[in-house]
């Protein structure tokens, strides 16, 4: 049961406008499928994926969910798509030039944003995805692994940590704010329970935290995307507002048409000190663009200065770099701008070298594999993430019956593969890896994600 009293809220804040938002909360719930380009190109997914496709107007390569369960097809589990909200992909789809940023995300599980982000800034960015609450940062981390993200580090830590380890370092920070979640009303029973006045102010002076230690992690001329997914004043353009008094060396920048056309003008509100809030911040309501309520703010930094703190030594011992060396030579072929690198005893890959946290780093990149008896055994994380560079492939198509038995953690016959580790590929898209010895493809999808 939707509170009476953010009902009332929102018929102060609404207006005339309010019976059609009122509406819409009876109304279900639509996902998105976001492409991942890296696999495969939305021209292929569209003529593969074998059901007709809408596309989100604002979002490219995004396309409203044609299915109910779309978590089930092997497309989901080799990465090829995220599902996502068409709303919450609104934010950084109206977010200009991220190619080749060193980047932060600040609050980043699921990851829905986070993979979205990782895209946007390609191959020469990076990107740190931080999750505070541990059980969210696997779960972050299984959905980087399964997008196969070769640019992004994961650590659990908290925003007043990273603030000391990174002053002026990163070129643009994503602070998708723990929120009191309003605009998730329709979605999830349980943010309807949780809901209270007190709640909203509680989430406001966290997120004012969080803010201003977004801002200390700001480089030279950089922008913090603030967004949220909840509609109360106190969260969005209240917060921005004082945000931008306490801190007159930013201002807001505009988002991309497109995504304007799909959102409302912020909320003017008694008090206001920066009245651009009203056109420059954006609102997406479920009764204007199909999705979920969101709120989202760009804060463009002038000036300032940029600290970069270069990898640590690599401190490989004579056997861990051969076994490394070793296991490349004999199943990849990894382009030169590719660096092998070692965090904590476990070999990672890395296209920029930049220090990582620490403390609380869950994964400093794609990890090579685990140092076992004088091999190494590789990650699940290597076959999503590189798969195309193995030496061996085992290529699939979707509707291949075994790719069925494949994701049961079967083993597999093949024919014309060395002995080895290969990729497995479905229609071109690595979704895992396979050791073949004589003919038998022994499986290595990882147990928890097996589908029986």
Same mark, same amino acid.
């Given at each position: 049961?939707?509170?009476?009293?953010?009902?009332? !809220?929102?018929?102060?804040?609404?207006?005339? %406008?309010?019976?059609?938002?009122?509406?819409?909360?009876?109304?279900?719930?639509?996902?998105?499928?976001?492409?991942?380009?890296?696999?495969?190109?939305?021209?292929?997914?569209?003529?593969?994926?074998?059901?007709?496709?809408?596309?989100?107007?604002?979002?490219?390569?995004?396309?409203?969910?044609?299915?109910?369960?779309?978590?089930?097809?092997?497309?989901?589990?080799?990465?090829?798509?995220?599902?996502?909200?068409?709303?919450?992909?609104?934010?950084?789809?109206?977010?200009?030039?991220?190619?080749?940023?060193?980047?932060?995300?600040?609050?980043?599980?699921?990851?829905?944003?986070?993979?979205?982000?990782? *895209?946007?800034?390609?191959?020469?960015?990076?990107?740190?995805?931080?999750?505070?609450?541990?059980? =969210?940062?696997?779960?972050?981390?299984?959905?980087?692994?399964?997008?196969?993200?070769?640019?992004?580090?994961?650590?659990?830590?908290?925003?007043?940590?990273?603030?000391?380890?990174?002053?002026?370092?990163?070129?643009?920070?994503?602070?998708?704010?723990?929120?009191? /979640?309003?605009?998730?009303?329709?979605?999830?029973?349980?943010?309807?329970?949780?809901?209270?006045?007190?709640?909203?102010?509680?989430?406001?002076?966290?997120?004012? %935290?969080?803010?201003?230690?977004?801002?200390?992690?700001?480089?030279?001329?950089? !922008?913090?995307?603030?967004?949220?997914?909840?509609?109360?004043?106190?969260?969005?353009?209240?917060?921005?507002?004082?945000?931008?008094?306490?801190?007159?060396?930013?201002?807001?920048?505009?988002?991309?048409?497109? $995504?304007?056309?799909?959102?409302?003008?912020?909320?003017?509100?008694?008090?206001?000190?920066?009245?651009?809030?009203?056109?420059?911040? =954006?609102?997406?309501?479920?009764?204007?663009?199909?999705?979920?309520?969101?709120?989202?703010?760009?804060?463009?930094?002038?000036?300032?200065?940029? +600290? !970069?703190?270069?990898?640590?030594?690599?401190?490989?011992?004579?056997?861990? +770099?051969?076994?490394?060396?070793?296991?490349?030579?004999?199943?990849?072929?990894?382009?030169? *701008?590719?660096?092998?690198?070692?965090?904590?005893?476990?070999?990672?890959?890395? =296209?920029?070298?930049?220090?990582?946290?620490?403390?609380?780093?869950?994964?400093?990149?794609?990890?090579? &594999?685990?140092?076992?008896?004088?091999?190494?055994?590789?990650?699940?994380?290597?076959?999503?993430?590189?798969?195309?560079?193995?030496?061996?492939?085992?290529?699939?198509?979707?509707?291949?019956?075994?790719?069925?038995?494949?994701?049961?953690?079967?083993?597999?016959?093949?024919?014309?593969?060395?002995?080895?580790?290969?990729?497995?590929?479905?229609? /071109?898209?690595?979704?895992?890896?396979?050791?073949?010895?004589?003919? $038998?493809?022994?499986?290595?999808?990882? !147990? &928890?994600? =097996?589908?029986?």
């Amino acid at each position: 049961m939707i509170p009476e009293a953010f009902l009332k !809220r929102m018929e102060e804040l609404l207006g005339g %406008e309010y019976p059609a938002f009122s509406a819409s909360l009876g109304e279900a719930s639509l996902r998105a499928l976001r492409v991942n380009a890296a696999k495969m190109s939305p021209a292929d997914f569209a003529a593969h994926y074998g059901t007709p496709l809408r596309s989100v107007p604002y979002a490219p390569n995004a396309y409203y969910c044609p299915d109910e369960k779309p978590g089930r097809h092997p497309y989901h589990a080799a990465g090829v798509y995220y599902v996502q909200d068409p709303g919450a992909m609104a934010a950084l789809a109206g977010v200009p030039a991220l190619s080749g940023l060193i980047c932060l995300d600040l609050c980043a599980a699921p990851g829905g944003k986070t993979t979205q982000l990782a *895209e946007r800034i390609g191959k020469d960015g990076y990107l740190l995805a931080n999750e505070i609450n541990t059980p =969210r940062c696997r779960i972050l981390q299984g959905n980087i692994e399964r997008m196969g993200c070769d640019n992004v580090a994961v650590c659990n830590s908290d925003s007043k940590s990273l603030a000391k380890e990174y002053p002026d370092f990163f070129d643009f920070i994503l602070v998708d704010a723990p929120c009191s /979640g309003e605009g998730m009303f329709r979605k999830y029973e349980i943010a309807e329970t949780e809901w209270s006045e007190e709640n909203v102010r509680i989430c406001a002076a966290r997120q004012t %935290e969080i803010l201003e230690d977004a801002a200390k992690m700001l480089a030279e001329d950089g !922008r913090i995307l603030y967004s949220t997914c909840t509609f109360s004043l106190e969260e969005n353009e209240m917060q921005i507002d004082a945000f931008l008094s306490r801190h007159p060396e930013f201002t807001l920048s505009p988002f991309d048409a497109a $995504v304007c056309e799909a959102t409302a003008d912020g909320i003017a509100f008694a008090g206001a000190a920066h009245p651009d809030l009203l056109l420059l911040s =954006r609102r997406f309501y479920p009764h204007l663009a199909k999705g979920e309520g969101q709120f989202f703010a760009l804060l463009s930094k002038s000036g300032g200065v940029t +600290r !970069r703190r270069s990898a640590d030594p690599v401190r490989f011992t004579a056997e861990e +770099r051969r076994l490394c060396d070793d296991f490349i030579k004999k199943n990849l072929d990894l382009p030169k *701008e590719i660096f092998l690198r070692l965090y904590d005893g476990t070999p990672y890959l890395t =296209r920029v070298e930049l220090s990582l946290p620490r403390h609380r780093v869950f994964s400093p990149g794609v990890i090579l &594999g685990s140092f076992e008896r004088g091999r190494i055994e590789p990650h699940h994380q290597l076959f999503s993430a590189y798969g195309y560079c193995f030496k061996r492939k085992l290529s699939l198509t979707k509707d291949d019956p075994r790719v069925a038995k494949y994701l049961a953690g079967e083993t597999l016959a093949v024919e014309g593969l060395s002995n080895g580790y290969a990729a497995v590929l479905i229609d /071109g898209a690595p979704i895992g890896g396979v050791k073949i010895v004589d003919g $038998v493809a022994k499986n290595h999808y990882p !147990r &928890g994600l =097996r589908v029986r």
